[in-house]
């Protein structure tokens, strides 16, 4: 007996790294996946999920292309009769400093990760918004899970990633505001930001494989908070977002308003503010940029 026994979900990206991990153990606790991704990788992780007992299809398409991800929802929609969570994935990385980046840089990678997750929970919201009105008052609402995906550079800003880090941060603050307005309708939205070995950070020594002991940057160990928060035992969890690494999980607090200082019944003048500058940053040892990752970990 699976977690999710009977759940119809889909994995974007899911063709390599922390993807294929979640498409995986999504198909190991029973859910009926499709595995997305734009290359014939999608094929072999389906054939690796059916050879060991699970039920899994191929969509090769771009989430970034408004019809493929129609198509990618309701076409599973179509083949499975419904669709219960969406674990928006995939993406890409083009690096570079403010003053090289590339128009193409720029678009690709807002397109793949921010359009990307906003066109397939468009229309899966679309497709659980008609269910739950169908529903109608009184009837059984059916709870629906979209877990996102962030990163540490959408947090905390990563040098070199204008492109990567904004559409990560959207992403955050499309967690929110998709879980505000589906919530009402039994979906719960979710958010992880991932740190783990893949094809797409397997250059940096950081993440090399120990010769013994805990491998903490194996992608598998993103996937069992992705497989919880997919599941009933997180009904109502809501608008979270989390660092998921190796045997850490860390959730992250919400911007909240820090210090305030009011001028009273009158607009602020520069010299006012200078003289209450100490108020304003009370508590901060520097009021320069705070230094990437500077989270308590
Ligand atoms: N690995 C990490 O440490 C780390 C850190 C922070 C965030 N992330 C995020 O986790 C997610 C997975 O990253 P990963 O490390 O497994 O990367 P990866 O490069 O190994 O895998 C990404 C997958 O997405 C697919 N993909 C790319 N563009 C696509 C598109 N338009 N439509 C469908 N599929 C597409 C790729 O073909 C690939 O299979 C990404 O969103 C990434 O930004 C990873």
């Known amino acids: 007996m699976g977690a999710l026994d009977g759940k119809v979900a889909i994995v974007t990206g899911a063709g390599q790294g922390v993807g294929r991990c979640h498409a995986e153990l999504l198909a190991e606790e029973g859910a009926t996946v499709v595995v997305n991704d734009v290359t014939d990788a999608a094929d072999d992780v389906v054939?690796?999920?059916?050879?060991?007992?699970?039920?899994?299809?191929?969509?090769?398409?771009?989430?970034?292309?408004?019809?493929d991800a129609e198509e990618l929802v309701n076409g599973t929609i179509a083949k499975y009769g419904d669709l219960d969570?969406?674990?928006?994935n995939a993406g890409i990385l083009r690096d570079a400093?403010?003053?090289?980046?590339?128009e193409e840089q720029?678009?690709?990678?807002?397109?793949?990760?921010?359009?990307?997750?906003f066109a397939c929970s468009h229309f899966a919201a679309m497709h659980w918004r008609n269910a739950a009105k169908a529903a109608g008052e009184g009837g059984v609402l059916k709870r629906r899970k979209i877990?996102?995906?962030?990163?540490?550079?959408?947090?905390?800003g990563g040098t070199a990633q204008s492109n990567y880090g904004s559409a990560k941060g959207g992403i955050i603050t499309m967690t929110v505001i998709h879980a505000r307005e589906l919530g009402k309708y039994g979906v719960d939205v979710n958010c992880i930001a991932p740190r783990a070995r893949t094809p797409m950070t397997e250059g940096s020594p950081m993440f090399a494989k120990p010769e013994s002991g805990f491998d903490r940057y194996d992608p598998a160990h993103i996937s069992p908070m992705v497989g919880?928060?997919?599941?009933?035992?997180?009904?109502?969890?809501?608008?979270?977002?989390?660092?998921?690494?190796?045997?850490?999980?860390?959730?992250?607090?919400?911007?909240?308003?820090?210090?305030?200082?009011?001028?009273?019944?009158?607009?602020?003048?520069?010299?006012?503010?200078?003289a209450n500058k100490d108020?304003?940053?009370?508590?901060?040892?520097?009021?320069?940029?705070?230094?990437f990752g500077s989270l308590a970990m």
């Open 47 to 67: 054939a690796a999920i059916t050879a060991s007992g699970g039920k899994a299809s191929a969509f090769k398409g771009s989430v970034a292309n408004w019809a």
């Open 85 to 88: 969570i969406l674990v928006n």
């Open 97 to 102: 400093m403010v003053f090289s980046m590339t």
């Open 106 to 117: 720029w678009d690709i990678v807002i397109d793949v990760h921010l359009k990307g997750h």
């Open 147 to 156: 877990v996102n995906t962030s990163s540490e550079s959408g947090l905390f």
């Open 228 to 274: 919880w928060l997919s599941a009933p035992a997180s009904d109502g969890v809501n608008g979270q977002v989390f660092i998921v690494t190796g045997e850490e999980i860390h959730r992250i607090q919400q911007h909240i308003v820090a210090t305030s200082i009011r001028a009273g019944q009158q607009r602020w003048t520069l010299d006012g503010i200078t």
């Open 279 to 291: 108020q304003l940053f009370a508590g901060m040892t520097s009021t320069d940029v705070a230094p």
